[in-house]
């Protein structure tokens, strides 16, 4: 615990001069009096000012999480801070969402009267963003929807250096997937968990198979082979957990981020939550869901944003505006594989049942 070392003034602690004072319209540099200073600048500076400032917020409690995560082993309690960190990265990007709608009181024309202003400065250009977007686990190449070089030659020298040094590094998705990959629930010498969840599978995907051909009179001949078609399509989804070949495919394909063993794992999470050692975990998984989803959702709102004050204008950075905005939001989840795995749940009245002494080491027996 820090003690006071002094008086603080609080205009001198928040550093209100400098803070208060970095707001510098462009309009009002160049204004005269047939053109004068386009009053909603204000706006577009202190929004983005804004963004920025909560940038890097996110990015401080992101770094501290990846830190953790790079620990040798995670001891059960960290992850009480790790979901309040995440979930208050959450709680921020509910916030900054909600900045869109002020920026909307600004028309279309009241943005015109500055906009020229700001070529060729662009987003592309927010280098905490970009650092937040490689840490969750989105670098460049993984980017589908823009060129790297385009993408890297909006920015500075210094800037562009600084991003490609941090793609070096592991990021969260990469530390989190090495600590799923050491889960040692699944597969132990007394219990292989995933025999007894694929016979369950088998069992539930023979059911549906039955269901099918029972009802051969309701169906046209057409409809039912649908139908078994669909069927051989999820049969081929499930054996793509166990199929390394199948899931090699799917990651060179760019459809699978995570390892094998980390999908597997995290599969088994998500489908015992219930248990207590596995609560924490799951909320964790969760949040990071959350966190990707809100981004997406960001992403989105900021291409309806741009549609909505510049129609089919390209953008000020040099990119096509909304439709490489729509993209970026259709395409650039770092976490998509957490999303994947409702594919594989399944009921909890059919889930392998769990040995005693697995059950133990899930429960906080010194409690009983």
């Known amino acids: 615990m820090h003690q006071n070392q002094g008086p603080v003034y609080y205009g001198d602690y928040l550093k209100l001069d400098q803070l208060l004072n970095s707001q510098e319209p462009l309009s009002r540099k ?23 400032l909560w940038f890097k917020q996110i990015l ?37 969402l909600g900045y869109l709608e002020i920026l909307e009181t600004m028309t279309p024309m009241d943005f015109l009267e500055f906009r020229n202003l700001l070529i060729p400065a662009s987003g ?45 590094t592991p990021s969260l998705l990469d530390q989190v997937q090495k600590w799923l990959e050491r889960t040692p629930f699944t597969n132990q010498s007394t219990f292989n968990f995933w025999k007894e969840y694929q016979k369950t599978i088998h069992h539930m995907l023979e059911q549906d198979k039955e269901t099918i051909m029972s009802n051969v009179a ?7 082979q649908l139908q078994l078609d669909n069927l051989k399509m999820t049969e081929t989804t ?3 957990l166990f199929n390394e070949n199948l899931h090699m495919n799917l990651v060179h394909e760019g459809k699978r981020k995570l390892s094998q063993k980390a999908i597997l ?12 050692m ?37 953008g000020t950075g040099g990119s096509s505006g909304h439709q490489y ?8 989840q770092a976490f998509m594989d957490l999303f994947n795995l409702s594919t594989y749940l399944i009921p909890r009245s059919i889930l392998p049942k769990l040995p005693e002494d697995i059950k133990k080491q899930l429960n906080f027996n010194q409690l009983n």
């Open 278 to 314: 596995l609560s924490q975990p799951h909320r964790m998984l969760s949040l990071l869901m959350d966190i990707d989803e809100n981004f997406t959702t960001w992403r989105y709102r900021h291409a309806l944003l741009a549609k909505r004050m510049l129609g089919t204008k390209i």
């Open 60 to 96: 401080h409690d992101l770094r501290s999480v990846a830190e953790t995560f790079s620990l040798p082993s995670l001891p059960e309690q960290v992850f009480g801070q790790i979901n309040v960190r995440l979930n208050r990265i959450t709680k921020i990007q509910n916030m900054i």
């Open 325 to 332: 905005l729509k993209k970026a939001a259709d395409n650039n």
């Open 218 to 224: 309701k169906l046209t001949p057409e409809h039912q």
């Open 238 to 240: 499930f054996d793509s």
């Open 265 to 276: 794992n995290a599969l088994f999470i998500l489908l015992y939550r219930d248990e207590p």
């Open 124 to 168: 592309f250009q927010s280098t905490q963003f970009r650092e937040i977007e490689i840490l969750m686990g989105l670098k460049t190449h993984d980017r589908q929807s823009i060129d790297k070089e385009f993408f890297l030659g909006r920015l500075s020298a210094a800037d562009k250096e600084k991003l490609i040094s941090l793609e070096k």
């Open 30 to 52: 160049f204004s005269s009096s047939e053109n004068p200073e386009a009053h909603d600048e204000m706006l577009f500076i202190i929004v983005h000012q804004s963004y920025e």
